[in-house]
Nanobody, 125 residues
Framework: QVQLVESGGGVVQAGGSLRLSCAASGRTFSNYAMAWFRQAPGKERESVAAINRRGSNTDYADSVKGRFTISRDNAKNTVYLHLNSLKPEDTAVYYC??????????????????WGQGTQVTVSS
């Protein structure tokens, strides 16, 4: 199995930027499709972005398209989420997730078997 640890969250003003990192350990990182999800207080978890094993294809939720960028560095066993033009409604705990069960990538959360502990992002207005 793979272990995931997120970092990079924090408090930022609206319009600001953050870069989240998710470091993986355990199995071969490049064997896993990866994704980011988020959960705001009182709301259901929602998908944010996904990336395939090679990093050649990505997919985004409409709410973040054009503002967030997912990327990965397989040599560093790390997936990133760059958050730009942040809005108060982006406030949430952000989780990375890994799966070997899909071909390509998916933003469907029940396709993911491994999850990190989450990192808090708070955007003030």
């Amino acid at each position: 199995q793979v272990q995931l640890v997120e970092s990079g969250g924090g408090v930022v003003q609206a319009g600001g930027s953050l870069r989240l990192s998710c470091a993986a350990s355990g199995r071969t990182f490049s064997n896993y499709a990866m994704a980011w999800f988020r959960q705001a207080p009182g709301k259901e978890r929602e998908s944010v972005a996904a990336i395939n094993r090679r990093g050649s294809n990505t997919d985004y939720a409409d709410s973040v398209k054009g503002r967030f960028t997912i990327s990965r560095d397989n040599a560093k066993n790390t997936v990133y989420l760059h958050l730009n033009s942040l809005k108060p409604e982006d406030t949430a705990v952000y989780y990375c997730a890994a799966t070997q069960r899909v071909y390509g990538m998916t933003r469907v959360d029940n396709a993911y078997d491994y999850w990190g502990q989450g990192t808090q992002v708070t955007v003030s207005s």
